[in-house]
Protein backbone atom coordinates (compact mmCIF):
# COMPACT_ATOMS: atom_id res chain seq x y z
CA UNK A 1 0.00 0.00 0.00
CA UNK A 2 2.16 2.88 -1.31
CA UNK A 3 -0.06 5.40 0.90
CA UNK A 4 1.34 3.59 4.06
CA UNK A 5 4.55 3.48 3.06
CA UNK A 6 4.68 7.08 2.20
CA UNK A 7 3.40 7.85 5.68
CA UNK A 8 5.84 5.52 7.50
CA UNK A 9 8.58 7.19 5.63
CA UNK A 10 7.27 10.66 6.49
CA UNK A 11 5.95 9.95 10.21
CA UNK A 12 7.82 6.65 11.41
CA UNK A 13 11.03 6.64 13.51
CA UNK A 14 13.64 4.68 13.04
CA UNK A 15 15.80 3.13 16.00
CA UNK A 16 18.86 0.78 15.69
CA UNK A 17 18.27 -2.01 12.87
CA UNK A 18 14.97 -3.30 13.70
CA UNK A 19 12.83 -0.79 15.65
CA UNK A 20 10.22 1.14 13.80
CA UNK A 21 8.11 3.55 15.77
CA UNK A 22 5.04 4.43 14.44
CA UNK A 23 3.68 6.25 17.84
CA UNK A 24 2.57 9.14 15.81
CA UNK A 25 -0.26 7.74 13.72
CA UNK A 26 -0.79 4.11 14.54
CA UNK A 27 -0.57 2.99 18.08
CA UNK A 28 -0.45 5.98 20.83
CA UNK A 29 -1.59 8.94 18.74
CA UNK A 30 -4.90 7.69 15.95
CA UNK A 31 -4.74 8.92 12.56
CA UNK A 32 -8.30 8.63 12.27
CA UNK A 33 -8.66 9.26 8.42
CA UNK A 34 -5.65 7.37 7.63
CA UNK A 35 -6.88 4.13 9.76
CA UNK A 36 -10.27 4.63 7.17
CA UNK A 37 -7.57 4.16 4.22
CA UNK A 38 -6.09 1.42 5.85
CA UNK A 39 -9.81 0.07 6.36
CA UNK A 40 -10.31 0.06 2.81
CA UNK A 41 -7.56 -1.58 2.00
CA UNK A 42 -8.49 -4.59 3.88
CA UNK A 43 -11.73 -4.67 2.46
CA UNK A 44 -10.03 -4.72 -1.07
CA UNK A 45 -7.69 -7.48 0.23
CA UNK A 46 -10.41 -9.86 1.28
CA UNK A 47 -13.25 -8.86 -0.90
CA UNK A 48 -13.62 -12.21 -2.06
CA UNK A 49 -14.24 -13.33 1.14
CA UNK A 50 -17.39 -12.92 3.78
CA UNK A 51 -16.83 -11.95 7.03
CA UNK A 52 -18.76 -12.38 10.21
CA UNK A 53 -16.53 -10.77 12.81
CA UNK A 54 -12.95 -9.37 13.43
CA UNK A 55 -10.64 -10.53 16.30
CA UNK A 56 -7.98 -8.20 17.77
CA UNK A 57 -5.95 -7.59 20.65
CA UNK A 58 -5.54 -4.99 22.99
CA UNK A 59 -4.32 -2.40 23.07
CA UNK A 60 -2.73 -1.20 19.33
CA UNK A 61 -5.33 -3.36 17.24
CA UNK A 62 -8.62 -1.91 18.83
CA UNK A 63 -8.61 1.18 16.77
CA UNK A 64 -7.40 -0.16 13.54
CA UNK A 65 -10.22 -3.70 14.07
CA UNK A 66 -12.68 -0.96 14.70
CA UNK A 67 -12.38 1.65 12.17
CA UNK A 68 -11.55 -1.40 9.60
CA UNK A 69 -15.00 -2.93 10.38
CA UNK A 70 -17.14 0.14 8.71
CA UNK A 71 -15.68 -1.07 5.49
CA UNK A 72 -16.98 -4.93 6.22
CA UNK A 73 -20.48 -3.66 6.82
CA UNK A 74 -19.74 -2.71 10.21
CA UNK A 75 -19.46 -6.30 11.59
CA UNK A 76 -18.80 -6.84 15.27
CA UNK A 77 -15.31 -6.73 16.64
CA UNK A 78 -13.68 -8.56 19.57
CA UNK A 79 -10.88 -7.76 21.03
CA UNK A 80 -8.56 -10.40 22.77
CA UNK A 81 -7.67 -9.44 26.24
CA UNK A 82 -3.78 -9.66 27.97
CA UNK A 83 -3.59 -11.00 31.36
CA UNK A 84 -1.17 -12.22 33.79
CA UNK A 85 -1.13 -16.10 33.57
CA UNK A 86 -2.82 -16.74 35.89
CA UNK A 87 -6.58 -16.71 36.85
CA UNK A 88 -7.70 -19.10 34.92
CA UNK A 89 -11.62 -18.79 33.80
CA UNK A 90 -13.80 -21.56 32.28
CA UNK A 91 -15.85 -19.00 29.67
CA UNK A 92 -12.81 -17.86 27.94
CA UNK A 93 -10.61 -19.13 25.23
CA UNK A 94 -6.77 -19.41 26.59
CA UNK A 95 -3.79 -19.33 25.06
CA UNK A 96 -0.28 -18.16 25.71
CA UNK A 97 2.25 -16.22 23.72
CA UNK A 98 5.63 -15.51 24.78
CA UNK A 99 6.59 -11.40 24.17
CA UNK A 100 9.56 -11.03 22.97
CA UNK A 101 9.65 -7.51 23.58
CA UNK A 102 8.84 -8.12 27.13
CA UNK A 103 11.04 -11.40 27.60
CA UNK A 104 7.79 -13.01 29.01
CA UNK A 105 5.27 -15.28 28.43
CA UNK A 106 1.43 -13.67 28.95
CA UNK A 107 -2.08 -15.37 28.87
CA UNK A 108 -4.62 -14.21 25.76
CA UNK A 109 -8.39 -14.67 26.73
CA UNK A 110 -11.28 -14.27 24.73
CA UNK A 111 -14.52 -14.95 26.20
CA UNK A 112 -16.42 -17.97 25.07
CA UNK A 113 -19.55 -16.36 24.21
CA UNK A 114 -17.75 -14.13 21.30
CA UNK A 115 -16.24 -16.35 19.17
CA UNK A 116 -18.48 -19.38 17.74
CA UNK A 117 -18.21 -21.98 15.69
CA UNK A 118 -18.40 -21.92 12.00
CA UNK A 119 -18.13 -17.82 12.12
CA UNK A 120 -15.58 -16.96 9.39
CA UNK A 121 -13.08 -14.65 11.49
CA UNK A 122 -10.53 -11.93 10.28
CA UNK A 123 -7.74 -11.28 12.05
CA UNK A 124 -6.66 -7.67 12.45
CA UNK A 125 -3.62 -6.26 13.83
CA UNK A 126 -1.06 -3.61 13.77
CA UNK A 127 2.44 -5.39 13.84
CA UNK A 128 3.37 -8.83 12.21
CA UNK A 129 7.21 -9.88 13.56
CA UNK A 130 8.04 -12.74 15.02
CA UNK A 131 4.35 -14.06 14.78
CA UNK A 132 3.38 -15.28 18.46
CA UNK A 133 0.56 -13.02 18.58
CA UNK A 134 -0.89 -13.79 15.79
CA UNK A 135 -0.43 -17.58 16.32
CA UNK A 136 -2.38 -16.88 19.40
CA UNK A 137 -4.91 -15.26 18.03
CA UNK A 138 -5.05 -18.11 15.46
CA UNK A 139 -5.30 -20.76 18.31
CA UNK A 140 -8.51 -18.84 20.05
CA UNK A 141 -9.88 -19.05 16.73
CA UNK A 142 -9.19 -22.64 16.20
CA UNK A 143 -10.34 -23.67 20.03
CA UNK A 144 -13.62 -21.98 19.35
CA UNK A 145 -14.00 -24.39 15.50
CA UNK A 146 -14.69 -20.89 13.60
CA UNK A 147 -12.88 -20.60 10.59
CA UNK A 148 -9.97 -18.40 10.51
CA UNK A 149 -10.34 -16.50 7.14
CA UNK A 150 -7.03 -14.95 7.02
CA UNK A 151 -4.68 -12.27 9.03
CA UNK A 152 -4.76 -8.35 8.24
CA UNK A 153 -1.51 -7.17 9.02
CA UNK A 154 -0.88 -3.11 8.83
CA UNK A 155 3.12 -3.18 9.53
CA UNK A 156 5.17 -6.64 8.51
CA UNK A 157 9.03 -7.13 9.89
CA UNK A 158 9.77 -8.98 6.94
CA UNK A 159 12.79 -9.94 8.07
CA UNK A 160 11.29 -11.68 11.15
CA UNK A 161 9.64 -15.05 11.23
CA UNK A 162 5.98 -14.17 11.51
CA UNK A 163 5.08 -14.97 8.02
CA UNK A 164 6.71 -18.68 7.51
CA UNK A 165 5.12 -19.56 10.44
CA UNK A 166 1.82 -18.48 9.55
CA UNK A 167 1.72 -19.54 5.92
CA UNK A 168 3.04 -23.64 7.09
CA UNK A 169 0.57 -23.06 9.20
CA UNK A 170 -2.30 -22.35 5.99
CA UNK A 171 -2.86 -18.98 6.97
CA UNK A 172 -3.77 -16.64 4.66
CA UNK A 173 -1.71 -13.09 5.29
CA UNK A 174 -1.78 -9.95 4.07
CA UNK A 175 0.44 -7.35 5.02
CA UNK A 176 -0.30 -3.48 4.06
CA UNK A 177 3.70 -2.36 4.17
CA UNK A 178 6.35 -5.43 4.79
CA UNK A 179 9.81 -3.91 5.43
CA UNK A 180 12.77 -5.98 4.25
CA UNK A 181 15.07 -4.53 6.21
CA UNK A 182 16.23 -1.11 8.07
CA UNK A 183 20.20 -0.25 7.53
CA UNK A 184 21.36 2.75 8.95
CA UNK A 185 18.44 4.36 9.23
CA UNK A 186 16.80 3.92 6.12
CA UNK A 187 13.97 1.52 5.54
CA UNK A 188 13.59 -0.85 2.73
CA UNK A 189 10.29 -2.17 1.88
CA UNK A 190 9.58 -5.02 -0.09
CA UNK A 191 8.56 -4.95 -3.73
CA UNK A 192 5.86 -6.46 -4.16
CA UNK B 1 -30.01 8.57 24.83
CA UNK B 2 -32.76 6.43 25.14
CA UNK B 3 -31.25 4.04 22.71
CA UNK B 4 -28.39 3.70 24.98
CA UNK B 5 -30.73 3.20 27.73
CA UNK B 6 -32.41 0.43 26.04
CA UNK B 7 -29.03 -1.01 24.61
CA UNK B 8 -28.47 -1.76 28.26
CA UNK B 9 -31.40 -3.19 29.57
CA UNK B 10 -31.37 -5.68 26.00
CA UNK B 11 -27.87 -7.07 26.10
CA UNK B 12 -26.28 -5.76 29.54
CA UNK B 13 -26.39 -7.97 32.46
CA UNK B 14 -26.30 -7.35 35.87
CA UNK B 15 -24.24 -8.41 39.29
CA UNK B 16 -25.42 -7.50 42.14
CA UNK B 17 -25.93 -4.24 43.04
CA UNK B 18 -23.35 -2.16 41.41
CA UNK B 19 -22.25 -4.17 38.77
CA UNK B 20 -23.01 -3.71 35.20
CA UNK B 21 -21.41 -5.89 32.15
CA UNK B 22 -22.10 -4.45 28.57
CA UNK B 23 -18.71 -6.79 27.35
CA UNK B 24 -21.22 -7.68 24.64
CA UNK B 25 -21.10 -4.33 22.57
CA UNK B 26 -18.99 -1.93 25.06
CA UNK B 27 -15.34 -3.30 26.09
CA UNK B 28 -15.23 -6.86 25.07
CA UNK B 29 -17.48 -7.28 21.76
CA UNK B 30 -17.74 -3.59 19.85
CA UNK B 31 -21.07 -2.84 18.23
CA UNK B 32 -19.59 -0.83 15.76
CA UNK B 33 -22.62 0.01 14.30
CA UNK B 34 -23.92 1.45 17.98
CA UNK B 35 -20.42 2.80 18.25
CA UNK B 36 -21.44 5.39 15.73
CA UNK B 37 -24.43 6.29 17.33
CA UNK B 38 -22.69 6.74 20.34
CA UNK B 39 -20.32 8.93 18.54
CA UNK B 40 -23.11 11.03 16.80
CA UNK B 41 -24.38 11.77 20.67
CA UNK B 42 -21.29 13.08 22.03
CA UNK B 43 -20.70 15.99 18.74
CA UNK B 44 -24.33 16.82 19.54
CA UNK B 45 -23.50 17.41 23.46
CA UNK B 46 -20.38 19.29 22.01
CA UNK B 47 -21.31 20.87 19.14
CA UNK B 48 -21.08 23.84 20.57
CA UNK B 49 -17.26 23.74 21.39
CA UNK B 50 -14.12 23.40 19.16
CA UNK B 51 -12.34 19.96 19.64
CA UNK B 52 -8.68 19.81 18.38
CA UNK B 53 -8.28 16.06 19.81
CA UNK B 54 -9.62 13.40 21.63
CA UNK B 55 -8.21 11.87 24.84
CA UNK B 56 -8.53 8.24 26.23
CA UNK B 57 -7.24 5.42 28.00
CA UNK B 58 -6.18 1.99 27.08
CA UNK B 59 -8.20 -0.32 26.27
CA UNK B 60 -12.07 -0.23 26.56
CA UNK B 61 -11.46 3.64 25.50
CA UNK B 62 -10.00 3.05 22.23
CA UNK B 63 -13.03 1.86 20.13
CA UNK B 64 -15.36 4.59 21.01
CA UNK B 65 -12.75 7.55 21.06
CA UNK B 66 -11.84 6.30 17.51
CA UNK B 67 -15.02 6.10 16.22
CA UNK B 68 -16.38 9.29 18.17
CA UNK B 69 -13.51 11.07 16.05
CA UNK B 70 -15.02 10.49 12.78
CA UNK B 71 -18.31 12.72 14.48
CA UNK B 72 -15.80 15.70 15.16
CA UNK B 73 -14.25 15.83 11.74
CA UNK B 74 -11.67 12.71 12.71
CA UNK B 75 -9.94 14.62 14.93
CA UNK B 76 -6.48 12.69 16.10
CA UNK B 77 -7.31 10.45 19.12
CA UNK B 78 -4.76 9.32 21.75
CA UNK B 79 -5.09 6.73 24.20
CA UNK B 80 -3.16 7.07 27.19
CA UNK B 81 -1.48 3.97 28.74
CA UNK B 82 -1.29 2.65 31.96
CA UNK B 83 1.23 0.66 32.97
CA UNK B 84 2.98 -0.25 36.30
CA UNK B 85 4.21 2.27 38.36
CA UNK B 86 7.88 1.83 37.30
CA UNK B 87 10.02 2.66 33.97
CA UNK B 88 9.64 6.61 34.50
CA UNK B 89 10.16 8.31 31.06
CA UNK B 90 11.25 12.00 31.12
CA UNK B 91 9.39 12.51 28.21
CA UNK B 92 5.56 11.65 28.86
CA UNK B 93 2.79 12.93 31.47
CA UNK B 94 2.41 10.63 33.80
CA UNK B 95 -0.17 10.36 36.84
CA UNK B 96 -1.38 7.59 39.84
CA UNK B 97 -4.66 6.53 39.69
CA UNK B 98 -6.11 3.80 42.15
CA UNK B 99 -8.45 1.03 40.78
CA UNK B 100 -10.61 0.29 43.21
CA UNK B 101 -11.83 -3.17 41.04
CA UNK B 102 -7.91 -4.29 41.20
CA UNK B 103 -7.61 -2.69 44.64
CA UNK B 104 -4.05 -1.20 43.43
CA UNK B 105 -2.27 2.08 42.10
CA UNK B 106 -1.16 2.23 38.71
CA UNK B 107 0.67 5.07 36.72
CA UNK B 108 -1.00 6.14 33.34
CA UNK B 109 1.12 7.89 30.61
CA UNK B 110 0.92 9.80 27.48
CA UNK B 111 3.70 10.95 25.63
CA UNK B 112 4.33 14.74 25.54
CA UNK B 113 4.58 15.28 21.95
CA UNK B 114 0.78 14.10 21.61
CA UNK B 115 -0.84 16.60 24.32
CA UNK B 116 0.07 20.24 23.24
CA UNK B 117 -0.73 23.72 25.35
CA UNK B 118 -3.32 25.50 24.28
CA UNK B 119 -4.78 22.55 22.39
CA UNK B 120 -8.49 21.78 23.30
CA UNK B 121 -9.16 18.43 24.32
CA UNK B 122 -12.30 16.32 25.07
CA UNK B 123 -11.71 13.24 27.21
CA UNK B 124 -13.90 10.22 26.28
CA UNK B 125 -14.66 6.67 28.36
CA UNK B 126 -16.64 4.30 28.70
CA UNK B 127 -17.27 4.70 32.08
CA UNK B 128 -17.39 6.74 34.71
CA UNK B 129 -17.98 5.13 38.54
CA UNK B 130 -15.36 6.97 41.30
CA UNK B 131 -13.79 9.26 39.07
CA UNK B 132 -10.37 8.60 39.80
CA UNK B 133 -9.27 7.48 35.95
CA UNK B 134 -11.31 10.65 34.57
CA UNK B 135 -9.52 12.65 37.08
CA UNK B 136 -5.91 11.05 36.21
CA UNK B 137 -6.78 12.01 32.44
CA UNK B 138 -7.54 15.47 33.29
CA UNK B 139 -4.92 16.11 35.40
CA UNK B 140 -2.42 14.77 32.25
CA UNK B 141 -4.41 17.68 30.06
CA UNK B 142 -3.51 19.74 32.98
CA UNK B 143 0.62 19.28 32.67
CA UNK B 144 0.16 19.73 29.37
CA UNK B 145 -0.94 23.03 29.38
CA UNK B 146 -3.88 22.02 27.21
CA UNK B 147 -7.61 23.22 27.24
CA UNK B 148 -9.82 20.18 28.79
CA UNK B 149 -12.95 21.13 27.00
CA UNK B 150 -14.90 18.45 28.72
CA UNK B 151 -15.17 14.51 29.41
CA UNK B 152 -17.75 12.21 27.68
CA UNK B 153 -18.63 9.10 29.41
CA UNK B 154 -20.94 6.58 27.71
CA UNK B 155 -22.28 4.68 30.98
CA UNK B 156 -21.96 6.59 34.97
CA UNK B 157 -22.89 4.93 37.75
CA UNK B 158 -24.69 7.92 39.48
CA UNK B 159 -24.66 6.22 42.83
CA UNK B 160 -20.54 6.78 43.13
CA UNK B 161 -18.81 9.85 43.36
CA UNK B 162 -16.99 10.42 39.88
CA UNK B 163 -19.58 13.09 39.13
CA UNK B 164 -19.02 15.08 42.11
CA UNK B 165 -15.09 15.00 42.24
CA UNK B 166 -15.28 15.87 38.74
CA UNK B 167 -17.60 18.87 39.07
CA UNK B 168 -15.82 20.75 41.97
CA UNK B 169 -13.28 20.74 39.86
CA UNK B 170 -15.01 22.75 37.58
CA UNK B 171 -15.34 20.28 34.66
CA UNK B 172 -17.91 19.80 32.19
CA UNK B 173 -19.62 16.19 32.09
CA UNK B 174 -21.81 14.48 29.80
CA UNK B 175 -22.59 11.17 30.67
CA UNK B 176 -25.12 9.47 27.83
CA UNK B 177 -27.23 7.08 30.32
CA UNK B 178 -26.67 7.71 34.14
CA UNK B 179 -27.74 4.56 36.27
CA UNK B 180 -29.04 5.83 39.76
CA UNK B 181 -29.32 2.69 40.99
CA UNK B 182 -29.26 -1.06 40.33
CA UNK B 183 -31.28 -3.03 42.71
CA UNK B 184 -32.52 -7.11 42.78
CA UNK B 185 -31.54 -6.71 38.99
CA UNK B 186 -33.13 -3.83 37.85
CA UNK B 187 -31.65 -0.90 36.52
CA UNK B 188 -33.13 2.70 37.76
CA UNK B 189 -31.72 5.14 34.80
CA UNK B 190 -31.55 8.91 35.87
CA UNK B 191 -34.68 10.84 34.63
CA UNK B 192 -32.87 13.95 32.66
Known amino acids: MRALEEKILKDGRVSGNDILKVDNFLNHQLDIAFLNEIGKEFKERFKDKKIDKILTIEASGIAIASIASQHFGSVPVVFAKKVESKNLDKDVYETKVYSFTKGKEYSVKVSK ?54 ETRGVRLESLAILDSIENGKINFRQL
Open 113 to 166: KYLNKDENILVIDDFLANGRAAIGLKDLVDQSEANLVGIGIVIEKGFQEGRELL
